[in-house]
């Protein structure tokens, strides 16, 4: 019987796949394929001779998986004075700290301004960071910010009915008031635009200047406990959440 190799050309078997992209053991992959909660290309299949190849998109309960052992994705909470680039004409710090002998050559996606803290995603995986940045995706994000003055409502439902800035209007998906203490507001925002500065232009423009600013959620991915300055690498489920977006 001829082996299973990576040059066999119908593919490799699906459950193989599964078990080397650590989504369980080949037995445990075999019965996923049986129940139906595998699809690859948008199909699901249920038999156990199934094969694939590289390029097919594998869905096993809804999530993506990544078959590629290569690929990196990682969280990275960056700290208030870093720029958003892995190298800076300037001098300035910026993201190359982060990219170690075991991450391997890495990038950011997208970006926050110097000033801004928080979520940031890093990753080698080109193809989904193209598609994450490109202007039609838009992503839901949650920032928290420290204004001067004491937001009322009424500045809350400005912010969700939408505001006119010199690029256009924008509104906020939700907004909400998190704490008050000595003439300042934490707000909570909500918002799919990635325009530059974007928050920190609403804010202003109902006359709460930010004070500070902090990502917290990008998608699927929740800064958490993640300390200042650390990175993690993203979770399975995360992965897959954020590849079913852009894919």
Do not use: C
Request: charged fraction near 30%; avoid cysteine; charge should be positive.
């Amino acid at each position: 019987m001829a082996n299973e190799t990576d040059q066999h050309p119908e593919g490799e078997r699906l459950q193989k796949v599964m078990a080397r992209a650590g989504v369980a053991s080949r037995r445990a992959s075999e019965e996923l394929i049986l129940a139906g909660r595998v699809a690859v290309n948008g199909r699901i299949v249920r038999e156990l001779g199934t094969r694939v190849r590289p390029e097919d998109r594998i869905e096993v309960a809804g999530l993506v998986i990544v078959t590629d052992p290569g690929l990196r994705y990682y969280a990275l909470n960056k700290p208030a004075g870093v720029v958003s680039t892995m190298h800076d004409e300037h001098g300035r710090p910026d993201l190359s700290r982060w990219a170690t002998a075991e991450t391997g050559r890495i990038f950011n996606v997208g970006r926050l301004d110097e000033a801004t803290r928080g979520l940031l995603l890093m990753t080698n995986d080109g193809e989904l960071a193209h598609q994450l940045m490109h202007p039609s995706f838009e992503v839901e994000k949650v920032y928290v910010a420290l204004v001067r003055g004491r937001v009322a409502p009424r500045d809350l439902a400005r912010l969700r009915q939408g505001v006119e800035l010199e690029d256009g209007p924008i509104r906020a998906d939700a907004a909400r008031v998190l704490d008050r203490a000595d003439g300042r507001t934490l707000v909570e925002i909500h918002l799919h635009s990635g325009r530059n500065r974007i928050v920190r232009r609403m804010l202003a423009h109902i006359g709460h200047p930010v004070l500070e600013l902090t990502r917290r959620r990008i998608g699927p991915v929740r800064l958490g406990a993640l300390p200042e300055g650390e990175m993690r690498p993203l979770t399975a489920e995360e992965v897959g959440r954020l590849l079913r977006l852009g894919r």
